[in-house]
């Protein structure tokens, strides 16, 4: 893209790259961290780079992604990936190199299935890859939390954002069912909720594979009765979910990345015919589902 | 090639005309007067309302257009609107009557708005949706849909419509070089959006560009990477001062009011969300690509 090209090396002074209290936290955690977060914060440093990314002069790449700000974002999803969620994951060989679609079951209120997702992505991966979340269209508007997501590889969820990126080689994720998967009750856990067609329209567009992702653990990790909707649209949230505990449980997840699924069609076509190919994807989660169910020995083990 | 500047004595007027007097023969129109510019230009002092624009270009015939006359963040908003959107209009119509091939007319970026569900690198189908939270600037997004139904009304001429993202250049009074140039530049605390930009120099080359290969069609045109708000701030050599945004708001008003911001307090969103637009369209049309140095650009805007 001529909008992503990285401007010419120049050199940069410091005080043109960050702001005297980002270079001075930067400093102290060298200096006073403990030594497991130091490793951890240098592996995930390796990881991103020897990523494929597309980094300017200023560790920005064209959306809005930043080296420093991404690293530590990604120490505390790798310390809730290896300490609080125990993640295990298979079928990370599966990951082509180059564009690709990742379909997901979402649950769990927050998007934590989304975070380690991409934890296993940078960390377990060979070579690493930066998984790019497709945000709700409302979080930008929240301060920090915006800035956040998009300095961590994620974007809003448009499709033009999604093309683009497709189009560029990334690796995105999307989980069609969204706020109707993410904020389920208790009751509805690993039943999966409507797929959105949006993610096979622009599969079949870009020729992107899909790659589809069961996470179990995810579902149980904050038990919920429902959405109490009259202050969800006070507050301009998609959902208000009314949550049982004040943090996720330590539930153990389990990942499981299946084989690319290769799709050919008009993008265009009537959504009877689009249907029945994500009707496919959403089978085929559902199988990894109930065998990864199957094969785990409890919820929290 | 007889080409005729809207706004030829404004800042980029000068730009434009300068490039095009290598090869071409330049008439410009303009309210204001331009002290010691080369002999070469005839400048005709008309207003775009009146009566004697539409003289200028009978007696001219300009086989050519460039539309940059526009008033930017003037208090007067019917003044606004009457040039920029009755003026576009007259000067629409008296281009199809003197029978003018080649039109280019200077839109924004800024008319796609800033808004929190905007995509990275909007293309030319993207709404214009400034209106939306910025109703001071709708006049921009009228002028650029009137220059849209021109386009589609006149096939033979060879209108070209260039939304160009932020314009940098040294002491420029651009809306986002101004701001660049505070000595302290108010943010909103908790954003920090991603910003394109492009020399002035890179559009004036643009524009030029246009007339000489009839480019036809809607366009962005964009500089080099974008860079974050604040990192664009501190490579200008500026301090950012991140607020809440109430206050943001309050304190950017005032000092609109005050004549010190170059822009109204509902301009925040510029400051909050991306308006980044992809530039693709027009490279692949016109082959242009920006040969400024971002960096350099963005050090040289305070002079």
Known sequence: MATARPPRALPLRPEEISGPIDRLAGLAFDALGPSYL????????????????????????????????????????????????????????HLP????????????????????????????????????????????RLPWIGLLM????SVVGTPKNCIDLLEHGEAVIAFPEGVRGMNKSWTERYQLQEFGLGFMRLALRTRTPIVPVATVGSEEQAPSLGSFAPLARLLGMPAFPLVLTPIPLPVRYHLEFGAPMWFEGDPDDEDRVIEEKVEEVKEKISEMLAAGLERRTGIFT | ??????????????????????????VGLDTSAWPGRPREITLHRADLRKKSTDDVLRREQ????????????????????????????????????HGVRRLVVLSS???????????FYMAEDTGLSVSRHYP????????????????????????????????????????????????????????????????????????????????????NVTGGAALPLHSAIRIAGGRALPLPEPLCRALIGMMFRLGFAPAPSDAVDFLKYPCTIDGRAFREATGFVAEHDLLQSLRSVRG
């Not at chain 2, 980029?12 to 290598?22: I, K, M, N, P, S």
């Open chain 2, 109 to 119: 970026s800024y008319v796609y708005g800033a808004l929190p569900e905007n995509p």
């Open chain 1, 150 to 153: 998009v300095r961590s590889g």
């Open chain 2, 136 to 219: 001071e600037i709708r006049d921009l997004a009228e002028l650029d849909t009137l220059a849209s139904g021109f386009l589609w009304h006149y096939p033979e001429v060879a209108t070209a419509i260039l939304r160009p993202a932020s314009v940098l250049g040294k002491r420029s009074p651009s809306t986002m070089s101004g701001y660049l140039q505070l000595e302290v530049s108010p943010t909103v605390m908790g954003f920090d959006p991603m910003m394109q930009f492009i020399d002035e120099e890179d559009l004036a080359r643009a524009i030029v560009r246009c007339v000489e290969q009839k480019a036809r069609g809607v366009f």
């Open chain 1, 38 to 93: 130091r490793d951890l914060a240098r592996e995930i440093d390796e990881a991103i780079s020897r990523a494929p990314l597309e980094l300017n002069a200023l560790g920005y790449d064209p959306w809005g992604f930043q080296r420093d700000v991404a690293r530590r974002c990604y120490l505390i999803m790798a310390l809730m990936y290896r300490w609080w969620f125990r993640v295990e994951t298979r079928g990370l060989e």
């Open chain 2, 62 to 97: 300009p086989e050519a257009v460039v539309h940059l006359a526009s008033l930017r963040h003037v208090f007067d908003e019917r003044l606004r609107h009457d040039v920029n959107v009755g003026g576009t209009r007259k000067l629409l119509d008296l281009c199809a009557k």
């Open chain 1, 97 to 140: 190199a180059g564009r690709v679609l990742l379909i997901g079951n979402h649950a769990g209120q927050v998007a934590l299935d989304a975070a380690m997702i991409g934890a296993a992505g940078l960390l377990e991966a060979n070579p690493p890859r930066l998984i790019r979340g497709m945000g709700e269209y409302w979080l930008p």
């Open chain 2, 1 to 26: 090639m007889k080409v005729l500047i809207t706004g030829a004595a404004g800042r980029l007027g000068r730009l434009v005309a300068r490039r095009l007097l290598e090869d071409h023969e330049v």
